[in-house]
Each structure stands twice: as C-alpha cells, then as structure tokens.
C-alpha cells in the first residue's frame, strides 16, 4: 500500500512570499489532516478534511493560511505571506473513516522561511 | 480538551539499559493514546496505541506501555536499549467521535517530545 505523498520535501522562501503545499493521502482515506511542526515542539492540528469538507480549521492562521481538498482525495495547504515563525515542519496525515483506525502519516515538507 | 504532557525533553541511556519515557494525559473523556517515533528528516511512525482492553499494550521493536487511568499516564518503556531507538518520541491522545458512519478517531493531540539518547 503507497503512503501518505508530500510535495516538495523542502522549500526555502524569503518573508512575504507565497508558498503551497501538497498531500496526496491513502487511497479510500476520508479523512485528511494538516499538522505544523515547530522545532522542538510537537506537531499541531492547523485543519481537519473529512472528504472535501472541513470540520476543524480553529487553530489555521486564516488570515495568511488556506488549505483546499478538492474531490476529496488530494489537498493543499498555502501560506500567503509568510513570515519567519511560519518555518516548520509541515505534516499531511491521513485515516480511513468511521469505525477503523490507522492514522498515516507523510514525510513531511521542511519550510524555511529566511 | 484534551492535552498531553511528557516529562523530560531529553533522557540519555547506555545501550542495554531500561529505557523508561514518561507521559500523562488529560481528556474529559475515555481517551485512545499513541506513542510515535520520529527518526530525523522523517515523518512519524506509531509504535503502540491503546484504544480499548487490555491495558500493557505491546508495540513494535520491544517497545511496551500500560495505560493507568488512576494516575492518567501512559508511560513508554523498553527492557534494553538499542543505539538504533535513538530518535524523538511522541506521546499523543485522541478521543472517539460517533457519527452517522460509527465511531471514529479525532485528531491526535501530541505532547513536545521526548528527545531519547543512546551512548555505547
């Protein structure tokens, strides 16, 4: 069974500029979450995609963070602008749905925000 | 809310020692608990989680913990120490959602880490 996709496995980028991220989660997985990870802390929720809906956005920084999951399947998370306490690891992680359990996560995108 | 706590960012351990890392939860609910391990410039693997049952829960790689609901924690621990478990690890809880589908997982919440060293 393939993984959990993420695209680029790093990205470097100065402050105000744009960036976007990619997931490609398990086939068939309903749900689909977005998680940041700062050095030395632990990841936190940022949005939570049940198919193409969101039903947790409360910790997305909405006024520079978007994310979209559109059909369902793939998504993307875009930061618009960045500042430097955006650079973090950025964690895509994906589980089947109601009444089976396996959390699946990616490698994750390294961001630099210099 | 739920959230979770790890005592110790960093433990340092010779190879063949017990390796003991501490976590304690707090849910206003039944909570399901993880345990994740984070090897540099990868993602995160789970080791062992505890949803229902029998509390000792065995994981991978020799790893085990036991849920205490007494004293909400669900410490990590391991016989012997290998150089290879040298890595981050995570302890996390999460909570059952019932919907029209049954019950799922929520989001997992993470405590900050535990940083585990290995010396020869």
């Known amino acids: 069974e393939a993984g959990v996709a993420q695209s680029p496995r790093y990205k470097i980028i100065e402050k105000r500029q744009s960036v976007a991220f990619w997931c490609n989660p398990i086939s068939g997985h309903a749900t689909l979450y977005w998680y940041q990870q700062i050095l030395g802390q632990g990841p936190k929720l940022l949005i939570q995609f049940q198919n193409n809906g969101v039903v947790d956005d409360s910790q997305l920084p909405k006024d520079r963070f978007s994310a979209e999951r559109l059909k369902g399947v793939d998504s993307t998370l875009k930061i618009q602008p960045a500042k430097l306490e955006d650079s973090a690891v950025y964690l895509c992680a994906s589980t089947p749905g109601p009444g089976v359990y396996g959390y699946t996560f990616g490698s994750g995108t390294r961001l630099t925000v210099v | 809310a739920q959230s979770v706590t790890q005592l110790g960012s960093h433990v340092s351990v010779s190879e063949g020692a017990l390796v003991l890392l501490r976590c304690n939860y707090s849910?206003?609910?039944?909570?399901?608990l993880f345990w994740y391990v984070q090897y540099p410039n990868q993602g995160l693997q789970l080791l062992l989680k505890y949803t229902t049952g029998a509390t000792l829960v065995k994981g991978i790689n020799g790893f085990e913990a036991e849920f205490k609901k007494s004293e909400t924690s669900f410490h990590l621990t391991k016989p012997s120490a290998h150089m290879s478990d040298a890595a981050e690890y995570f302890c996390a809880v999460s909570v059952s959602l019932a919907n029209a589908g049954g019950t799922s997982y929520g989001k997992l919440t993470f405590g900050q880490g535990t940083i585990l060293t290995v010396h020869p």
């Open positions: 849910s206003s609910v039944p909570p399901y």
